[in-house]
């Protein structure tokens, strides 16, 4: 069992900036990807950034230039560097991982981005 637990969500105002964490622990051998999606009100959940155990990353394009996925493999830690967010980026961010069949989910965080 992996257990993900998010912080770092909270409310800011247009432009601003986040960086959500995402801790990980438990059985965490042989994980081969992380990532954080994003599910807004009344949409479905969405990919938001990944990273491989390489280190390669994928962003949506919607996020792409603005957000940054990274990772602390001493702390077993994923971050999310949000920067310069808008309306549209309001959801709730989950932290997700996937190790041989089965995908871990954390219970999420809110990220409210208004004026």
């Known amino acids: 069992q992996v257990q993900l637990v998010e912080s770092g969500g909270g409310l800011v105002q247009p432009g601003g900036s986040l960086r959500l964490s995402c801790a990980a622990s438990?059985?965490?051998?042989?994980?081969?990807?992380m990532a954080w999606y994003r599910q807004a009100p009344g949409k479905q959940r969405e990919l938001v950034a990944a990273i491989t155990t390489g280190g390669s990353t994928n962003y949506a394009d919607s996020v792409k230039g603005r957000f940054t996925i990274s990772r602390d493999n001493n702390k077993n830690t994923v971050y999310l560097q949000m920067n310069s967010l808008q309306p549209e980026d309001t959801a709730v961010y989950y932290c997700n991982a996937k190790q041989s069949i089965y995908d871990y989910w954390g219970r999420g965080t809110q990220v409210t981005v208004s004026s």
């Open positions: 438990g059985s965490i051998f042989n994980i081969r990807a």
